[in-house]
């Protein structure tokens, strides 16, 4: 596999490597929603790389190499030597939709040969759990998924995803990676703290909370992030993700965090499904976790990746929106903490998402994620 | 130099190296800011959650509180005794109000206790004792209705008490859990109950299911032991009559008397009151049967004395019927009937007898039940037969006749009516053939060219049921037959019992026109207060005093007393039984007004008195 690195900004344009020796079959792309959305850095690409599939989405900040930025979109340009790459993409019609959607995507995709699939989603029209759960019905829990929910800053507007097209709301993109030779390794962690007493989640309507311990939600998300901040919710929500305590799987770490907030009725959406009658306890950042967290994804990852890779290795990092607001410049560190445990041999792209995918390390089975750093790394083994 | 500080600088510096200081001004300053958020922030999240902590807590420790208090306010409030203690040595850890109730003691001096700090020593050890066995055993211990040994209420209470163990998390004993409850109401209760199930209210004497229960246990061993015994069917004699004359009061306490004489002459036996005035005995096994007997006439001498009642002298006789087991049977059914046939024996034969069962009399009694069944249908297969006799003037001229009610049974020929009767008194069917009766001598009467009378006998059962005044009024309308020539005669049976009721009857059927007799004068109690209360319009002298008139001297003079009182009251007397001339002629030289018997002319159908009657044989046949 070869790797080729590109990053736009609006003084310089496209500027990168030296372009691949053979052309790429797939080119990854990720960029702020104003950058993105009038399609034309999607057709600059599509005029370097014609014959390639060319996948990208809005963000919370791109990350390349060690920088995050929010001025420059970033792309990697990838040929496979042995690899057969498929695109495929849905239009979801409604949140309520998602698990359909998941399966006809995952569908289109079913071949003996599949070796991983990496998701790119609208982050704000879909629910992330039941798409996924949608996919794994189909290819089953042992086929990797990686991926993330497509971002928009802290703004929770509207996010887009792009496939061999101009990026648009809606979307679900999905690449399928086949053959023997394809390496597919990753690794997720969080890093948060638990903190306070456990609380009850006394009733729910799908991933809206309508009432804890008998309370509104957004009363104690602003009692908790005081008036002020409690103005910027839901970004500000961000700060403090919920940790669900499934009775059923007291093992499975289940973090869900904020991504809409109805203020008349005070209550909050989150990312996934949220069972009425489960527990619940409020997380908290701290720096050093959280970037020792970033490293323990990392440390996954790249031991997973086995030996006698011949080529490049490419690191997709999918970090959460909520880690780098609460972080500021300090989120810097969790992408050193990564950097160190993938090696000076790994390219690392990635953005900030409104949810990762991943299967974490204890389950193993696909899962969508608040609050994590995901690493995907893909590489070919030698012929 | 602080990694972010160097991140900085380098995220200000140019590509030539200079450092832009505005930049790198404006990322420090953000540091900060960052940094103030996080620590508000922080500062923020850990007093929110000290309080929420606090307030959990507090929450948590009201809720225990509630549990608590309200686990103490039942065990406290439970109305049996609670107790705990320590299970390593018996040391009172807890005790409820009841609790203390049952001891006597307040808990302060029990808890924190040994048994042996509290109880007397022999009460301790026995404590201590069961302490250990259920210690040691794990077993639960449970003792029934027994005394409380300790405490003020002590020895009159009967509790049930149990202890178990409970043990800790780790299975040793921890703690010894006893309840006892006050169980003395209700033994007392359960016994008062089961008493009064198998006792007889008045006499106290076990009842009809408690002398069935253990003559089927007896049978039971006599059937395993191969032994013998004997079942006696005991009747009081004219109990009834002692009810009816001197009220159920004395009744009562005759009842209670003779019961007590019963059961006091034949102690050792199991005596039972079974109804009204019946008694059973059950003797013990292998009595001889010379001693059954013994006993059975030392029972009727002992109740034929006389009992002295509330300052009343009333006087019962006492019937007596015996079985043997296994002779007259083997078993309880058998064996009851039996007593019982011999018992309606020895009423039969005159009451205040013994009489023990042979087998004829089973034959006999269950004849008596054959003619009931019979009885029934007598009236509708026109079975019943009137028969007239005459009644004249001691002089001879006949006056009138009584309507005599005689059964012709299709296979048995004619029934005594002393034998039909009874029954049909018994079973009620009186009411109907007493009508039946009464019609069919109106009618008869009414066809008579010569006005003469006719006397009809009302039984006291139709005086005491149904509508009788209707009725004769009835019939004297259905007849046309005046009601002056009718004339009814009655017992003293009619007055005994509801002598009002009876009374006033008497007077309405008297304001009809008809005219009331006094039957068999002389018997029974024959209480002259009668004659008193009521203007009869005759009297009729037993015929038991004019056959004997002959014979014993004392009849004659009764038979005097008789008339001479019944002309003192100017009613006039009639004498029936009267078969000799010489009857006859005694009784006209005692101014007797009217006579009635063989002598005169037989009961008989009325074909053979017509020329009485004043009906020629041909008229009749044209009529």
């Not at chain 1, 059923?248 to 008349?264: H, K, L, M």
């Not at chain 2, 998390?169 to 921890?174: E, F, H, I, K, L």
């Not at chain 2, 109950?193 to 009842?207: F, G, K, Q, R, V």
């Not at chain 2, 059950?282 to 009642?309: C, F, Q, W, Y």
């Amino acid at each position: 596999m070869q790797i080729q690195y590109l990053h736009w900004n609006a003084a310089h344009g496209w500027r990168g490597a030296d372009a691949l020796r053979e052309p790429p079959q797939l080119v990854l792309y990720f960029g702020s929603r104003e950058q993105l959305a009038d399609g034309e850095r999607y057709r600059e690409l599509h005029a370097l790389y014609p014959d390639g599939h060319i996948v990208g989405c809005s963000t919370g900040g791109q990350i390349h190499g060690d920088d995050i930025c929010d001025d420059e979109v970033v792309a990697v340009a990838l040929h496979f030597a042995h690899t057969q790459v498929r695109l495929v993409q849905e239009v979801i019609e409604s949140r309520d939709a998602s698990r359909a959607c998941g399966a006809r995507l995952a569908s289109q995709v079913l071949a003996a040969d599949l070796a991983g699939l990496f998701v790119l989603s609208d982050g704000l029209a879909v629910n992330g759990g039941e798409l996924l759960a949608g996919i794994t019905e189909v290819l089953g829990p042992d086929l990797p998924v990686t991926g993330g929910l497509a971002g928009d800053g802290t703004r929770f507007e509207q996010t887009i995803v792009g496939a061999d097209a101009e990026p648009s709301p809606n979307r679900v993109a999905a690449i399928a990676f086949y053959g023997a030779s394809f390496r597919f390794a990753h690794g997720c962690a969080g890093g948060w703290d638990v903190f306070g007493p456990r609380r009850k989640v006394t009733k729910a309507e799908g991933s809206v909370v309508v009432e804890l311990d008998g309370e509104p939600p957004l009363d104690l998300y602003t009692r908790y992030l005081g008036e002020e901040e409690a103005e910027a919710m839901p970004g500000s929500g961000l700060a403090f993700p919920l940790r669900i305590h499934d009775e059923a799987e007291p093992n499975r770490q289940i973090v869900r965090s904020v991504f809409a907030v109805d203020r008349n009725a005070r209550t909050l959406t989150f990312a996934a499904d949220i069972p009425e009658g489960c527990t619940a306890q409020l997380m908290r950042a701290n720096f050093d976790s959280l970037a020792a967290g970033a490293g323990e994804a990392g440390k996954q990852a790249r031991s997973a990746l086995a030996d006698g890779v011949a080529g490049d290795k490419l690191a997709i990092l999918v970090s959460c929106t909520g880690r780098r607001r609460v972080m500021g410049q300090r989120t810097q560190d969790e992408l050193d903490a990564v950097a160190a445990e993938l090696g000076e041999d790994v390219v690392r792209i990635g953005f900030y998402s409104y949810g990762e995918i991943a299967p974490p390390a204890a389950s193993g089975r696909c899962e969508l994620h608040n609050q994590t750093m995901t690493v995907t790394v893909i590489a070919e083994a030698a012929a | 130099m602080h990694r972010m500080l160097a991140r900085q600088i380098r995220q200000s510096t140019d590509e030539s190296g200079k450092v832009d200081l505005t930049r790198l001004s404006e990322l420090v300053s953000a540091a900060y800011e960052e940094s103030d958020c996080d620590r508000r922030r922080t500062d923020r999240a850990i007093k929110l959650m000290i309080e929420e902590l606090e307030q959990t807590h507090q929450r948590a420790e009201r809720d225990l509180r509630r549990a608590r208090e309200f686990l103490d306010s039942i065990i406290e409030n439970v109305p049996i005794a609670v107790f705990a203690k320590d299970a390593r040595d018996s040391r009172y850890i807890l005790l409820n109000r009841a609790g203390e109730e049952y001891y006597g003691v307040p808990r302060e001096e029990m808890l924190g206790k040994t048994p042996d700090e509290i109880f007397p020593d022999s009460i301790a050890r026995v404590v201590n004792e069961q302490d250990r066995r259920v210690v040691d055993s794990g077993t639960p211990m449970f003792l029934e209705g027994h005394r409380l040994e300790v405490g003020v209420h002590g020895r009159e209470r009967l509790v049930n008490s149990r202890k178990l163990l409970v043990r800790d998390s780790a299975g040793a004993p921890q703690y010894l859990v006893g309840v006892i409850e006050d169980v003395t109401e209700r033994i007392t209760n359960e016994a008062r109950i089961s008493h009064l199930a198998h006792h007889d209210a008045l006499t106290d004497l076990p009842n009809r299911s408690a002398f069935n229960a253990a003559l089927d246990e007896r049978l039971e061993r006599a059937q395993e032991a191969s032994t013998s015994f004997a079942v006696l069917s005991l009747d009081l004699d004219r109990f009834k009559e002692v009810n009816d004359v001197f009220g159920h009061p004395v009744g009562d306490m005759l009842m209670r008397a003779a019961a007590d004489r019963l059961a006091a002459e034949a102690d050792g036996a199991f005596v039972a009151r079974i109804g009204g005035d019946e008694f059973m005995i059950l003797m013990p096994d292998e009595v001889r049967r010379e001693d059954v007997l013994a006993l059975a006439e030392r029972l009727v001498e002992t109740i034929g004395k006389e009992l002295e009642v509330d300052d009343y002298l009333p006087h019962v006789g006492l019937s007596v019927g015996i079985a043997f087991y296994p002779d007259d049977g083997v078993n309880a059914v058998t064996l009851l009937a039996n007593a019982d046939s011999a018992l309606y024996r020895a009423k039969r034969e005159g009451r205040g007898r013994v009489r023990v069962f042979e087998s004829e009399m089973d034959q006999e009694l269950r004849d008596r039940r054959l003619l009931q069944h019979d009885l029934r249908q007598a009236l509708e297969q026109n079975q019943f037969l009137v028969y007239f006799q005459p009644q004249a003037r001691v002089d001879g001229e006949v006056i009138g006749f009584e309507a005599l009610l005689r059964w012709n049974h299709p296979t048995r020929g004619f029934v005594p009516p002393d034998q039909f009767i009874p029954l049909a008194e018994e079973n009620g069917l009186i009411i109907e053939i007493g009508e039946w009766v009464l019609r069919e001598a109106c009618r008869e009467a009414a066809s008579w060219p010569r006005p003469l009378q006719v006397a009809v006998n009302l039984s006291p059962v139709q005086f005491q049921a149904g509508d009788l005044e209707r009725s004769i009024h009835q019939i004297l309308l259905e007849t046309g037959l005046t009601p002056t020539r009718l004339e009814v005669e009655i017992t003293e049976g009619v007055l005994i019992g509801d002598f009002t009721r009876a009374l006033n009857l008497l007077r309405r059927l008297k304001a009809l026109g008809v005219r009331i007799a006094m039957d068999d004068f002389g018997t029974g109690y024959s209480s002259l207060s009668y004659l008193q209360s009521f203007p009869f319009d005759k009297i009729k002298i037993d015929r038991g005093f004019i056959s004997n008139l002959e014979a014993t001297p004392q009849s004659a003079e009764i038979v005097r007393a008789v008339l001479s009182l019944a002309h003192a009251l100017n009613i006039p007397v009639i004498a029936e039984g009267v078969e000799t001339e010489a009857q006859r002629a005694f009784l006209a030289r005692e101014a007797c007004e009217e006579i009635q018997g063989y002598l005169i002319g037989r009961p008989d159908l009325i074909e053979r008195y017509l020329d009485l009657v004043g009906v020629t044989v041909e008229r009749r046949l044209y009529a």
